[in-house]
């Protein structure tokens, strides 16, 4: 089991950065691919990147590319994302996800295990 809890969102100018945290409890961490999703209001679900559970392979939106960076300390079970030139539409609220031990990463939230309860991003024009 991993419990998930997101950190680091907030109201932002356009052009500014945010680093969102994700804290995992238990002992799996280390074998679990991870990605980041967010959600904007009256919209789907939308994959923002993921990461191999070695922290060897990342992936990204096309939307987000050059932007946004996904890394993760397995020592304090922590993931991050590190959003610069954010944009309007990057508002949304952000989850992290976990998928089970030595499975490997995705693009569909479909397939990922345990959810975070997100966190607000609010980009200002």
């Known amino acids: 089991q991993v419990q998930l809890v997101e950190s680091g969102g907030g109201l932002v100018q356009a052009g500014g950065s945010l680093r969102l945290s994700c804290a995992a409890s238990g002992r799996t961490f280390s074998r679990n691919a991870m990605g980041w999703f967010r959600q904007a209001p009256g919209k789907e679900r939308e994959f923002v990147g993921a990461?191999?559970?070695?922290?060897?392979?990342?992936y990204s939106a096309n939307s987000v590319k050059g932007r946004f960076t996904i890394s993760r300390d397995n020592a304090r079970n922590t993931m991050y994302l590190q959003m610069t030139n954010l944009k309007p539409e990057d508002t949304a609220v952000y989850y992290c996800?976990?998928?089970?031990?030595?499975?490997?990463?995705?693009?569909?939230?479909?397939?990922?295990?345990?959810w975070g309860q997100g966190t607000q991003v609010t980009v200002s024009s």
């Open positions: 996800a976990a998928k089970k031990a030595y499975y490997t990463t995705s693009y569909d939230p479909d397939e990922y295990d345990y």
């Open positions: 990461i191999s559970w070695s922290g060897v392979s990342t």
